[in-house]
C-alpha cells in the first residue's frame, strides 16, 4: 500500500495473555520494525470500552480495514480447540487431491474433549492426527510421540484447555457461572456459527492472502515465507 513501515503502529488485541510476551521477542520483526507496538487482551479492551461509556452493541454496523478486514470461516475457528487442525484440514485435502471439498466441516476434532482423534483420506494418503487442549494432555500425547506409540501424523496443541475461548486474557467467569455452563462449547458454538456464515470458509481462498503470495511471499513455505511467518522455540527450563 505505500505506507512507510515506521508510520504503522501494530495493535494486537488478543484472548492470550502471552502475547505480551511474544511482542518483546527479538524475531519479531520482519520488516525490520516491531512487527507489534502494543498488546492488548480482549479483557482488557472490553473493560476500556466500559470505561469509555461506549455503547458498543449500539453502534453502527462498519466494515473493517482491509486487507487485514478479510477473513475466512477457517480463521474465525482457531479460537476453539481443534479450529487450527480443522481450518489445516480443510486447505490439506484440497491441495492434496486438488478437487474441491463437499463438506468443509471436520466435525471428529470439534468439541471440548482434551484429547480428540481423528483419521481422515485425502487422496491415497490416510492421514491421523491428534487435537490436545490444557497441558496435561498436551503432555500425554507428548509422551505418546517420545515412547513412540502415537499415530498421528499431525498434532495440534492449545495451552488452554478448550482453546483461546478459555485463554487468559479472556473475560473471567464468576464462579457460578464457570460451575453452572459450559462457557468454553457456548463460546466455540459462536465461532463455529460465524465460520457456518462466512463466505469463504478455507484459508487459501483468502483474496488478500493469495495476492500476499503471489506479489510478495511466493508459495506457501517459500524461502521468504519461512523466514517471516515461522518462529523457532527454546528451552526455558
Ligand atoms: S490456547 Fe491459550 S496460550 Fe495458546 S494461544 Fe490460545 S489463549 Fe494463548
Same mark, same amino acid.
Given at each position: *500500500? ?5 508510520? #504503522?503502529? @501494530?495493535?494486537? #488485541? ?11 521477542? =527479538? ?5 525490520? &520494525?516491531?512487527?507489534?507496538? =502494543? ?8 473493560? *476500556?470500552?466500559?470505561?469509555?461509556? @461506549?455503547? !458498543? ?6 466494515? !473493517? ?5 478479510? !477473513?475466512?470461516?477457517? /480463521? ?8 487450527? *487442525? ?26 471440548? =474433549?482434551?484429547?480428540?482423534?481423528? =483419521? &481422515? ?12 487442549? /490444557? ?18 501424523? !499431525?498434532?495440534?496443541? *492449545? ?7 478459555? /485463554?487468559? /486474557? ?12 459450559? &462457557? ?54
Amino acid at each position: *500500500m505505500g505506507i512507510d513501515a515506521s508510520k #504503522i503502529f @501494530v495493535v494486537s #488485541i488478543m484472548p492470550c495473555v502471552a502475547k505480551k510476551g511474544e511482542k518483546l521477542r =527479538a524475531d519479531q520483526s520482519a520488516s525490520g &520494525y516491531p512487527d507489534i507496538d =502494543a498488546v492488548l487482551t480482549t479483557r482488557e479492551l472490553a473493560k *476500556m470500552i466500559k470505561q469509555n461509556g @461506549v455503547l !458498543f452493541d449500539r453502534l453502527p454496523e462498519g466494515t !473493517f480495514d482491509n486487507p487485514l478486514g478479510e !477473513f475466512t470461516g477457517a /480463521g474465525v475457528i482457531f479460537g476453539a480447540t481443534g479450529g487450527v *487442525m480443522e481450518a489445516a484440514l480443510r486447505t490439506a485435502v484440497e491441495t492434496i487431491t486438488g478437487k474441491t471439498l463437499d463438506n468443509v466441516n471436520f466435525t471428529e476434532v470439534r468439541g471440548t =474433549a482434551g484429547i480428540k482423534k481423528a =483419521a &481422515y483420506t485425502a487422496g491415497d494418503l490416510t492421514v491421523n492426527v491428534a487435537v490436545a487442549s /490444557g497441558l496435561t494432555n498436551a503432555k500425554e500425547i507428548c509422551e505418546a510421540v517420545k515412547n513412540g506409540t502415537c499415530d498421528a501424523h !499431525f498434532i495440534e496443541i *492449545m495451552c488452554c484447555p478448550g482453546g483461546c475461548v478459555n /485463554g487468559g /486474557g479472556q473475560p473471567i467467569m464468576d464462579a457460578f457461572v464457570r460451575n453452572t455452563e459450559d &462457557y468454553r462449547a457456548k463460546r466455540a458454538a459462536a465461532l463455529y456459527k460465524e465460520d457456518a456464515e462466512c463466505k469463504n470458509r478455507k484459508s487459501h481462498d483468502n483474496p488478500v492472502v493469495k495476492d500476499v503470495y503471489d506479489t510478495y511471499l511466493g508459495n506457501p513455505g517459500s524461502h521468504k515465507a519461512h523466514e517471516i511467518l515461522h518462529t523457532t522455540y527454546v528451552s526455558k527450563k
